[in-house]
């Protein structure tokens, strides 16, 4: 399985930003699609963004306006960049591969790195 290394998470107020980062040593991006999944205590996790190999980007719409996925293939490196932060968004964020279907974002195995986390508090 693939090992992704989640990075930026933190403890922000309400309204704050944060940017994540997902990076793999072993594991050329390029040719997939990266997604982010959060889980948060207690709930099931989420695909809250996916972008494609063709930088097609797609939004759960709990965070559509807010949050903006990029990917940078010259640093193997996908982003999630985080604005108008709110206490529901705290959760622990994944990224993986990912696909899009019926209106969700899935991810392509049930495999999951330490990822980062975040908390949205005043």
């Known amino acids: 399985q693939v090992q992704f290394v989640e990075s930026g998470g933190g403890e922000v107020q309400p309204g704050g930003s944060l940017r994540l980062s997902c990076a793999s040593s072993e594991f050329t991006l390029n040719h997939y699609n990266i997604g982010w999944f959060r889980q948060a205590p207690g709930k099931e996790r989420e695909g809250v963004s996916c972008?494609?190999?063709?930088?097609?980007?797609y939004y759960a719409d709990s965070v559509k306006g807010r949050f903006t996925i990029s990917r940078d293939n010259a640093k193997n490196t996908a982003y999630l960049q985080m604005n108008s932060l709110k206490p529901e968004d705290t959760a622990i964020y994944h990224c993986a591969t990912c696909f899009y279907y019926k209106d969700y974002i899935h991810a392509d195995f049930d495999s999951w790195g330490q990822g980062a986390q975040v908390t949205v508090s005043s």
């Open positions: 972008i494609g190999s063709d930088y097609i980007t």
